[in-house]
Nanobody, 122 residues
Framework: QVQPVESGGGLVQAGGSLRLSCAAS????????MAWFRQAPGKEREIVAA????????YYADSVKGRFTIWRDNAKNTVYLQMNSLKAEDAAVYYC???????????????WGQGTQVTVSS
């Protein structure tokens, strides 16, 4: 099993940057797809980015391409999300998730963190 724990959220001005971290317990971290999802009030949870177990493949939602970067350090059981040029519409609770399969569908992810709030002031 994998238990993700997110950190790094906070308040940032529009145009600013934040780095989210997700430290996951469990010996199978390096075999899992890791992903970041977000959910804003009144909206459905949506995928932001995903990275394959070895880091060779990544996926980004169109809304964050060119601004966000996902990477992982399997030696530290940690996945990161660097968020640059933040916009008001990026404000949401960001969740880290893990699963054995390569998928963008939140319903298929087996392991979830508690989430970290990202607030963007304009």
């Amino acid at each position: 099993q994998v238990q993700p724990v997110e950190s790094g959220g906070g308040l940032v001005q529009a145009g600013g940057s934040l780095r989210l971290s997700c430290a996951a317990s469990g010996r199978t971290f390096s075999t899992k797809t890791m992903a970041w999802f977000r959910q804003a009030p009144g909206k459905e949870r949506e995928i932001v980015a995903a990275i394959s177990w070895i880091g060779s493949s990544s996926y980004y939602a169109d809304s964050v391409k060119g601004r966000f970067t996902i990477w992982r350090d399997n030696a530290k059981n940690t996945v990161y999300l660097q968020m640059n040029s933040l916009k008001a519409e990026d404000a949401a609770v960001y969740y880290c998730a893990a699963d054995k399969s390569w998928t963008y569908d939140s319903r298929l992810y087996a392991y979830w963190g508690q989430g970290t709030q990202v607030t963007v002031s304009s």
